[in-house]
């Protein structure tokens, strides 16, 4: 196989990594999730991470009233917990990681310098981004293109819980049509749920594709980064 990127930027969500317990850490699914990253770099392709939370805490929806900005603190908290859960297995896998984090936590993980992620990343090394922005009020898939861009990343990569985007809910709506291929424009006049609105934005007038797939095959990163037609494109 061969990889027609040099560089992408992979978000995980959180949900995935909980596997079928749909909460915590599915230790199995982590483990072949991280198997299909070791591919991936060991064809030579860079690879930042942005992992989402939401096995764990998903700011304000499970903050029931609480204070938006704390709510978000806490889900930064959990992105953390996920990153470093990442990057102990593909550490066991010999694969060098490096955890940067948007808000300081020093004793563990390196804050978040572009320059000093490029460096990881020219050097063969995986860095899992955490903590979002390190804003509230943004959702980590915007963190995700965010992250992209300022490491001039070829594409996004969107692992999710589904398998690209639909015309409507295809769990609640057995008609839903999947696209192979979308705008961004499409997705903003159509309001369509599966990249959030500020992301899908970035992504436009930064000019990166994305491409959204499912992580229930976690080999579907490897397919991904060699150019099979998989899940849906944004561009």
Request: glycine share 10%; proline share 3%.
């Amino acid at each position: 196989m061969q990889p027609v990127y040099k560089r992408v930027l992979v978000k995980v969500s959180g949900e995935a990594l909980a596997g079928d317990k749909h909460f915590g850490l599915d230790h199995e699914k982590i483990g072949s999730v991280c198997d299909a990253l070791k591919k991936t770099v060991e064809l030579g392709v860079e690879v930042g991470i942005v992992v989402g939370g939401g096995n764990f805490w998903r700011g304000a929806k499970d903050g029931n009233g609480m204070e938006r900005s704390r709510a978000d603190h806490m889900g930064m908290l959990a992105t953390t917990m996920n990153a470093l859960a990442l990057a102990d297995a593909l550490e066991k896998r010999g694969v060098e990681v490096r955890v940067q984090t948007a808000i300081e936590m020093r004793a563990f993980a390196e804050p978040y310098i572009r320059l000093k992620a490029d460096s990881h990343l020219r050097s063969g090394k995986v860095v899992i981004f955490a903590c979002g922005t390190g804003n509230p009020y943004f959702s980590t898939d915007t963190a995700a293109v965010l992250r992209g861009a300022e490491i001039n990343a070829e594409i996004i990569l969107l692992a999710k819980n589904i398998d690209g985007v639909y015309s409507a809910d295809p769990r609640k709506d057995p008609t839903a049509v999947k696209y192979d291929e979308l705008s961004y424009r499409h997705i903003l006049s159509n309001g369509l749920a599966a990249l959030d609105s500020t992301a899908t934005s970035l992504s436009m007038d930064n000019h990166i594709p994305v491409l959204l797939f499912a992580l229930e095959e976690p080999e579907n990163i490897v397919r991904a980064v060699c150019g099979e037609k998989i899940g849906t494109v944004i561009r």
